[in-house]
């Protein structure tokens, strides 16, 4: 069972997490809480322990030290497939749904997989609801080889949110869309997070990141080199500097 929080606690709290390979630490001594519906934004050059940093929380990884607390419930421990039926899901940066289903079909997938089977609902109805929320819902029957790369996205999206998530990870749904395709994803993102729904945006592209973000943390080399408001962040020499090199 899972314990009961405060309405004013962390959803997320990382404490004093570290995670090495070998002799090159990846994390070191990262330690952030993230409030419940916050819209959250993770930057920072590439190899700076962003992707490490959430694949520990998500349970890709596991630190050697620290730990992940998910409301209330230390987690650092769990299997990924456990994180997600506690209401932690993910998507990544390059799709990869089952080819040989439809865009429905692979909703299903996560539905069943993922969601408590006391949910209520057809399956297939929570499925199709989802699509229309994602505007794919005219795609339902189509092969995923035949989705442009914006749908394709879109319905990585979709698929993250078949398991109800809490805390939704979005790892760069953006990279490579047009400026008008972006717009459309972060349109979709800043609509979740008025749902409460708390989301980690991992991103490069800037404009995206100050437009959704409450609040930013920047990591280079697995340290936290700046954390607050966006226009705070970005004006951090540290930061520009690990963007810049100057």
Do not use: W
């Not at 330690?31 to 819209?39: L, N, P, Q, W």
């Not at 050059?45 to 962003?50: A, R």
């Not at 439809?102 to 909703?107: A, F, K």
């Amino acid at each position: 069972m899972t314990p009961s929080v405060a309405a004013d606690a962390p959803l997320l709290q990382v404490g004093t997490l570290t995670k090495t390979f070998g002799g090159f630490t990846a994390l070191d001594n990262i330690s952030v809480d993230i409030r419940k519906g916050e819209r959250f934004g993770l930057i920072g050059p590439n190899g700076s322990g962003k992707t490490t940093l959430i694949n520990c929380i998500s349970g890709a990884l596991r630190p050697q030290v620290g730990t992940v607390v998910f409301a209330g419930e230390d987690i650092t421990q769990l299997p990924p497939h456990l994180r997600a039926r506690r209401g932690i899901a993910r998507s990544f940066q390059i799709p990869r749904p089952f080819k040989s289903m439809t865009v429905l079909e692979n909703l299903m997938v996560g539905l069943d997989f993922a969601t408590d089977r006391s949910a209520s609902g057809p399956e297939e109805e929570i499925a199709m609801s989802i699509l229309q929320r994602m505007g794919l819902s005219a795609k339902a029957s189509a092969p995923t080889d035949t989705l442009s790369q914006v749908e394709l996205r879109k319905m990585e999206l979709a698929r993250a949110l078949a398991v109800r998530p809490k805390l939704l990870i979005s790892d760069e749904a953006m990279a490579g869309l047009s400026s008008s395709e972006v717009d459309e994803v972060l349109d979709l993102l800043i609509s979740l997070g008025e749902e409460d729904i708390t989301i980690i945006m991992i991103e490069h592209i800037m404009q995206a990141v100050m437009r959704f973000s409450e609040r930013v943390m920047c990591l280079d080399a697995g340290r936290i080199i700046a954390i607050g408001a966006p226009a705070e962040v970005m004006a951090n020499k540290r930061v520009q500097e690990a963007y810049l090199g100057t």
